[in-house]
């Protein structure tokens, strides 16, 4: 009892800072708003791409970098909410909440929660731009989105959690930005299809969690024709990745 | 309250406390007295579950720190030596989300916040961001917070470092005012001796050893009375006739002549007549934790300069 009130609690606090940081909200949908339009227009004309279907038939780019774009924001907002746990221990917040009468367990799972909360509401924002892109979704798409996109927010906050205990410093984050999540983003089919690929390359985006996510994702709101996995593969992989993520975690704290 | 039975704490080569035994009693203020790096803060963790000790046994409440760590952090209530706050989230907001973690019922807990944010004089300020609230007030929200799932032990690592006399006081006066409406168990650690005299014992703690645990009128009893300072324009001719006239051994210390005597005020009078050469200064004071200090380790303990630590964490505190 004692354990769910405090992961409530937790989780309540991450969505209060959220809600208080208007900078961050902005500049965090800033980032999905310049990629969309900047590349979905310009690098699309420029270059004249579109997407062929399996099935045959094209798609525009822009659409076809959209569910892309929800996943780079999850990752995004994922990982920069988990890592806040980094600040906490900088500014003894962390400590307050280490010497409570409650399971350290519950701290990860409190974090993991209220991190991939904020990413959802984060995604749930940019999916609000749809219409603006000629994406018409059904009610029923919408219905399986949020439960999917919830699903990679939390496998994604997990890992940054398992990243954000082993960090010592925020001087890490840097490194953790540039050799983790940078690579994720770039190499998760976002920007561009992951087919054709040299063999290494291709290598890495399989063992990308957020490769099949994107997939998904894609697949729900584009039509199974453009994913490359079914959609109960892709959950598959991402629930059994966020149940790893997950346990590091939990255990983790547990041994802190 | 608490028990301590031969606690040693050890970082590889470093032994931050080597063999600690005292008791606590209920009610109690209980202080921890010695200059930075002496091993108050490790005891004090350790007393918190935060760290575990190397070797030998505590307990509070009953409960073993080692083993029964959960409930042994239900029972207190901390105030670290560094703020612990949430900066972003306000008064309120930070004493909601301290009753939610300890389990204070919702029911009591708007009545618990009311009450110790009057406490501590932060009513008005209960809805403001707590960044930007003075390190004082941040103190005293602190310091609320603790009080607020009603531990039965309170924990103040230097409660009052880096803060100006006034609010010191101020916090003093919360400190006892506290101690009789709840009855509740204070330990705290500190190394202005001034402060220290508020307890109801003191440890004097020095290189993670307790090297005397009393009232602080015994400890000052130690010194022998009061303490007269002097300086004379022949401080060795001075020392002999004090020695040679009273049968007391004074000692010279930065070029002055300090005594102690049990009747200062009887024997200053006495005191001059004997002395031939001429005395520049002189001085009569009872004696402070400072000269307990003194006599039991040889060395001072810097009371008035802050070390370069002390005054940055104060930097930090203020600026946050």
């Not at chain 1, 410093?169 to 999540?181: H, P, R």
Request: hydrophobic letters at 45%.
């Amino acid at each position: 009892m004692n354990n769910l009130r405090a992961i409530y609690s937790i989780w309540l606090r991450d969505l209060i800072r959220y809600r208080r940081d208007k900078y961050r909200l902005i500049s965090s949908l800033a980032q999905p708003a310049l990629f969309l339009f900047v590349f979905g227009n310009g690098l699309a004309r420029g270059l004249a791409i579109d997407i062929q279907r399996t099935g045959g038939g094209s798609e525009s780019y822009v659409s076809f970098i959209f569910p892309g774009i929800i996943g780079m924001t999850l990752l995004f907002t994922s990982v920069f909410t988990a890592v806040s746990i980094v600040w906490d221990r900088e500014f003894g917040f962390l400590k307050e909440v280490m010497v409570a009468p409650i399971s350290r367990w519950s701290i990860a799972v409190g974090k993991a929660l209220g991190g991939s909360t904020v990413a959802l509401i984060q995604g749930v924002i940019v999916l609000l731009l749809a219409p603006f892109l000629g994406l018409q979704l059904s009610f029923l798409t919408l219905f399986a989105l949020i439960p999917l996109m919830y699903l990679i927010s939390i496998s994604l906050t997990s890992m940054g959690i398992v990243i954000a205990v082993k960090m010592e410093t925020m001087e890490g984050f840097q490194m953790v930005l540039n050799f983790l999540v940078m690579p994720i983003f770039v190499l998760s089919g976002a920007m561009f299809p992951l087919s054709n690929l040299p063999g290494w390359l291709h290598f890495l985006t399989r063992i990308n969690p957020l490769s099949y996510g994107v997939d998904a994702l894609r697949g729900l709101m584009l039509g199974p024709s453009v994913a490359e996995f079914s959609l109960g593969f892709d959950v598959a992989i991402l629930s059994v990745f966020a149940v790893i993520m997950m346990f590091f975690a939990v255990f983790l704290f547990n041994r802190s | 309250m608490i028990e301590v039975r031969d606690i040693y704490k050890t970082y590889g080569d470093i032994e931050a406390v080597r063999g600690v035994d005292f008791t606590v009693h209920a009610g109690e203020i209980f202080g921890f007295l010695g200059p930075n790096g002496a091993g108050k803060t490790t005891m004090i963790n350790i007393l918190c579950t935060l760290i575990k000790p190397t070797s030998g046994f505590a307990s509070l409440a009953g409960h073993n720190v080692v083993t029964d760590a959960e409930k042994v952090r239900s029972s207190i209530g901390i105030v670290f030596q560094d703020p612990s706050l949430d900066e972003r989230l306000t008064a309120h907001e930070n004493l909601e989300f301290h009753g939610m973690i300890y389990g204070v019922p919702k029911v009591d807990r708007r009545g618990r916040i009311s009450n110790v944010l009057k406490m501590v004089e932060l009513w008005d300020r209960r809805n403001d961001i707590v960044k930007t609230f003075s390190g004082g007030m941040k103190r005293r929200l602190e310091i609320a917070r603790g009080l607020m799932h009603n531990p039965r032990v309170l924990f103040l690592d230097e409660p009052t470092l880096g803060l100006d006399p006034q609010t010191r006081n101020r916090i003093w006066e919360y400190i006892r005012d506290l101690r009789q409406r709840e009855n509740i168990t204070i330990f705290l650690t500190t190394h202005y001796m001034d402060e220290a005299e508020n307890c109801d014992r003191i440890a004097i703690i020095d290189n993670g050893k307790i090297i005397s645990l009393d009232t602080p009128a015994k400890l000052k009893s130690m010194v022998g009375g009061d303490v007269i300072t002097l300086s004379t324009s022949d401080n060795k001719v001075a020392i002999e006739e004090i020695k040679k006239s009273h049968s007391i051994e004074a000692l010279e210390q930065d070029s002055k002549i300090v005594l102690e005597v049990p009747d200062g005020e009887g024997f200053l009078a006495k005191l001059v007549h004997s002395i031939s050469v001429s005395i520049d200064s002189i001085s009569l004071r009872r004696p402070t934790l400072d000269d307990v200090f003194l006599k039991l380790t040889g060395r001072k303990m810097r009371e008035e300069t802050m070390g370069a630590l002390d005054s940055f964490k104060a930097h930090v505190r203020r600026r946050r």
